[in-house]
């Protein structure tokens, strides 16, 4: 059995492991106000705690300066409204320009009726001398594309912006821009932070994403049951090497390859390996691979000859099926026959490409590690709404076939059959090359192989890998496996 560390909560390092970052739904934020209100908080408070949070964050990074407030007719707003009141209460020259008025008799209306100073009509001219843009006028709920006007004036600001829940035009449930949004300097994000905030192109919109607590009861957003999380060491806890183990205990990662690109195979076991994996097979499934592998392997992997379907079956076994497979028919018996066996698996570039419009082929596997374009190929309609909601093609893909999908990107989205989603943000850009996804697919198997349940296994993978990248030119994927020591003693040395 693995070992993980223990939790001791008198270890005062203990301190620095985080709380999960769950992501907020819109549906989910509505719920968490009407569950406040319930509990006696009123939305006046929250506003106003909104409000002041965003007065804060421009007094603590801008010196005062002219300030104008964008504020829509929503209450979003409302919270533009307050932080209007409290920047000039503390002396600084603000102006508000609206974006048409909340409805009468509205915590948002009454925050605007509070404002005694400055108005400007809602215009390019209005923002052109400011030196700071608070944009408050929509939230991340936005229900459809930003007004043509709205587009206008925003587009026309040269001073920074400061964002009140997202920079308008932001969908917060996935990420994508609802016709314009603009590219603020700092993001207030209120209570928790959305999916938005993670997803790309969102998250290059917010610049610095501040999330603050606004004061609702304890136990509020436990009892949403959120299922999206922003990828972290909160989510899973990495296996570590205990005196007590051997090479046996610590999981037979199989990498099943061709002949054609035995570079892949390689990195793959590369990154099971240095993932932790007790034991590495590269098998091969076409005549002479065998001989090309051997030329590639490093001293610690061990070449199987074919048939690789002798190895199917037995304890502790983990296959990486696609890195350097040719997608013929002895694989597609290879990968029936491993499914039938019942051993975990992991299903990535060739492997995926035997399945292309056949997802059910793919019931079985413990997790599939597809690229945009390999994920379309599978999942065919899933692909288009993979390119406009994420997280919801990522969810429903692991749906149909019952493994934890990861659909990988700058954002890589994992996700459960049982409706878990983590977002990742870790990766550096340097991920984006040759040979970098084979090293995942081998450290998912590796973390399958020291007992980490398929969903944990495949996050803590992803995030392992973004935590391996070197940064800067020249990286290439050898770099990133050989970077995941380094990873490895940066989780124990923080989160351990
Ligand atoms: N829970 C929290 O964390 C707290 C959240 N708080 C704040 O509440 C904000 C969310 O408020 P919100 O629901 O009122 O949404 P928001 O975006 O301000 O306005 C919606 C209005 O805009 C309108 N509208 C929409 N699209 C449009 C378009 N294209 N063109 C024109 N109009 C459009 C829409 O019209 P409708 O679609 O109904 O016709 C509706 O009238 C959130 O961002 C945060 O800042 C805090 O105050 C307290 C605690
Ligand atoms: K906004």
Not at 33 to 50: H, K, N, P, T
Request: hydrophobic residues 50%.
């Amino acid at each position: 059995m693995p070992v993980f560390p223990r939790r001791d909560d008198k270890n005062p390092r203990q301190a620095t492991r985080p709380a999960p970052a769950e992501l907020l739904l819109p549906d989910e934020s509505r719920r968490l106000d009407q569950a406040a209100a319930e509990a006696g908080v009123s939305l006046e408070r929250l506003m106003a705690a909104a409000g002041r949070a965003v007065a804060r964050a421009a007094m603590r990074r801008w010196r005062p300066r002219p300030v104008v407030v964008l504020a829509g007719p929503g209450n979003n707003g409302g919270d533009g409204w307050v932080a209007a009141r409290l920047l000039e209460e503390a002396g600084w020259p603000v102006a508000v320009a609206a974006f048409g008025m909340p409805p009468e008799n509205s915590v948002a209306a009454e925050a605007a009726g509070r404002w005694r100073g400055v108005r400007v009509p809602f215009s390019p001219e209005a923002v052109g001398r400011a030196g700071l843009v608070i944009d408050a006028l929509f939230g991340a709920g936005l229900s459809r594309d930003l007004p043509a006007e709205a587009e206008a004036v925003l587009r026309a600001i040269r001073a920074p912006i400061l964002a009140v829940d997202v920079p308008s035009g932001l969908d917060g449930a996935t990420g994508q821009v609802r016709g314009f949004a603009p590219e603020a300097a700092v993001t207030v994000a209120l209570e928790r932070a959305r999916p938005g905030h993670v997803l790309l192109p969102g998250r290059d919109l917010c610049g610095a994403l501040e999330v603050v607590e606004l004061g609702f009861p304890p136990g509020l957003i436990e009892a949403l049951r959120v299922r999206c999380w922003r990828n972290g060491p909160a989510l899973w806890r990495l296996p570590v090497p205990g005196a007590a183990m051997h090479k046996h205990s610590r999981g037979h990662v199989v990498v099943a390859a061709g002949a054609t690109m035995p570079g892949a195979a390689r990195l793959a076991a590369a990154g099971a390996r240095r993932a932790g994996a007790g034991l590495v097979t590269v098998a091969a499934t076409t005549q002479g691979a065998a001989f090309l592998l051997r030329g590639v392997a490093e001293a610690g992997d061990i070449i199987a000859d074919p048939p690789a379907e002798a190895l199917v079956g037995g304890k502790g076994k983990v296959w990486v099926l696609g890195p350097g497979m040719v997608p013929d028919d002895r694989a597609r018996d290879l990968l029936a026959k491993v499914m039938e066996a019942g051993d975990r698996l992991v299903v990535d570039a060739g492997g995926l490409t035997l399945c292309a419009g056949a997802p059910e082929r793919l019931r079985g596997a413990s997790i599939i590690t597809p690229h945009g374009g390999e994920f379309g190929r599978v999942f065919g309609p899933l692909g288009d709404l993979a390119q406009t909601d994420k997280p919801e093609a990522a969810r429903q893909a692991a749906s149909l076939t019952g493994a934890v999908v990861v659909l990988k990107g700058s954002d890589t989205v994992v996700a459960a059959p049982d409706g878990r989603v983590a977002i990742n943000s870790n990766a550096p850009p340097t991920l984006a090359t040759a040979g970098s996804g084979d090293v995942l697919s081998g450290i998912c198997g590796a973390m399958l192989g020291q007992g980490l349940e398929p969903f944990e296994a495949a996050a803590a993978a992803v995030w392992l890998h973004g935590a391996a990248a070197p940064t800067g030119a020249g990286v290439v994927a050898e770099d990133v496996a050989a970077g995941i020591p380094r990873a490895f003693a940066q989780w124990t040395e923080t989160y351990a």
